[in-house]
């Protein structure tokens, strides 16, 4: 894991959460979209989580990235927070996503990468149930 100073805030969040059960996640259960810009411009990223067997699992993906499994699910105050990791280039890459709810429905959306070396916000929408 990338060392990562004391001052990045999400991903201490994200070090000292809790595993999320299915009754903290449930606002969160279903599939996402989320429109984040970063320093090289924007980002579209898809999220899916849902309940297993009790437990809340996860994938991620993008245009860049195949789906890949959440390896981490916790909350941190009301924030869901999510770990993956992917190569890049040839080097490994942790990850951290944050979604924390806002007023009005609105989700706010954040990918840390590499501890802070790459950060991106946005929004996140979830998909509605197809009737």
Do not use: C, H, R
Not at 12 to 17: L, S
Not at 26 to 42: E, K
Not at 101 to 121: N, R, S
């Amino acid at each position: 894991m990338p060392t990562v100073a004391a001052s990045d805030s999400s991903f201490v969040a994200f070090t000292q959460a809790g595993q999320v059960t299915p009754q903290q996640a449930a606002p969160f259960i279903g599939d996402w979209t989320l429109a984040l810009q970063g320093p090289n411009g924007p980002g579209t990223f898809a999220v899916s989580l849902k309940v297993e067997k009790e437990k809340v699992v996860g994938e991620v993906s993008s245009d860049q990235l195949p789906k890949l499994p959440v390896t981490s699910i916790s909350m941190a105050d009301k924030n869901l927070v999510l770990g993956y990791s992917f190569t890049w280039e040839g080097n490994p890459v942790e990850a951290v996503i944050t979604l924390t709810p806002g007023t009005e429905g609105k989700t706010a959306a954040q990918i840390d990468f590499a501890g802070g070396a790459y950060v991106m916000t946005g929004t996140a929408t979830k998909k509605e149930k197809a009737p």
